[in-house]
């Protein structure tokens, strides 16, 4: 069976609010619908391919992490029910049921809150280049993928395009103040350290993951999508081994595909062959179904 992917919302009538590389966000009576298409990108480009029921998954695990991490922080979801979004959404639910949120409108920080439990990624390519991580100096000799002594927080600057660009506590707090750095901060390595282990008991690892918060009349609030495959490296328990890559399950799989054809990272971007688009849905669908124990909607 063929399933149908959703590369962008059309809801004629209804004006759209902003369309980023996978969410297409709506305005809804003082609130938000967030509609996750299939679109992938990578190294800041939006793919000729989608990843059928992608919208799903990251739309689905995000809500299970917004209920699991409630006690830790509030958040801006509300519903995922199209039935109870307001006029004139509801009849469009062949394209927002199982792939939308209605969610609080909030003023989102200029700051993507990374934390880091595991040397991989541009964490380790900045290690290698200067022992350090965002200033803040590590042992020497390590390897990549090794496991941290301590959970890093790696702020990032939030780009509209473009890459988003690693920055220090220093910097971040000149953003957002020092006071709510350090909220934010905590808050981050809070959900990090709960959130990994919980994945520990389904035999994943949580290599590193970004967060976005924002404010509303109530304070600070978890907002965006959280803990899902395109925003954390989520590595198999069982195959871990430090000294080098980690097979995985997130959209690490797809940049790796891309660095073995050799595209030079520059628009256009190239469309993926089907056997990596399967295999890119099967990834999505089960680091959902070991992380929430439910099954894809």
């Known amino acids: 069976m063929t ?5 962008k919302s059309d809801l004629p009538g209804v004006a759209i609010c902003s369309r980023g590389k996978v969410r297409d ?4 009576d003082g609130r938000l619908v967030l509609v996750a298409t299939d679109r992938i990108s990578a190294f800041d480009c939006v793919l000729g391919s989608g990843i059928p029921l992608k919208g799903q998954v990251l739309t689905q695990l995000s809500v299970f992490w917004f209920e699991f991490l409630r006690g830790i922080v509030r958040n801006h979801f509300l519903s995922m029910d199209p039935g109870e979004y307001p006029q004139p959404f509801p009849p469009f639910r062949d394209q927002l049921e199982g792939r939308s949120m209605l969610v609080k409108e909030a003023r989102p920080f200029p700051v993507e809150c990374v934390v880091r439990g595991y040397l991989s990624g541009s964490g380790w390519k900045e290690y290698r280049e200067s022992g350090s991580i965002a200033g803040m100096p590590l042992p020497p000799g390590l390897q990549e993928s090794d496991r941290l ?18 920055i220090s506590f220093h910097q971040m707090a000149g953003l ?4 709510t750095a350090e909220t934010l901060r905590d808050l981050s390595i809070r959900i990090y350290l709960r959130a990994a282990q919980h994945a520990e008991r389904q035999g994943i690892i949580l290599a590193d993951t970004k967060f976005e ?12 999508e959280v803990l899902t495959p395109d925003s954390s490296r989520f590595w198999p328990r069982e195959s ?3 000294g080098g890559p ?14 073995s054809v050799g595209w030079n990272k520059q628009p256009p971007a190239p469309t993926l ?4 688009v399967e295999q890119t849905t099967s990834k999505y669908v089960e680091i959902f179904r070991r992380l929430s124990g439910r099954e894809l909607q």
Do not use: C
Not at 3 to 7: A, D, G, N, Q, S
Not at 151 to 161: D, I, R, Y
């Open 240 to 242: 871990y081994r430090p």
């Open 246 to 259: 980690q097979p995985s399950f997130d959209k690490q799989y797809v940049r790796d595909y891309l660095e």
């Open 213 to 224: 918060f924002g404010t509303d009349e109530e304070g600070i609030l978890l907002i965006d």
């Open 176 to 179: 957002v103040g020092q006071s």
């Open 3 to 7: 399933i149908p992917v959703l590369l």
């Open 149 to 166: 002594s301590t959970p890093l927080f790696t702020p990032a600057t939030k780009a509209t395009s473009g890459h988003d660009e690693n």
């Open 25 to 28: 966000i709506y305005r809804a």
């Open 273 to 276: 062959p089907p056997e990596v």
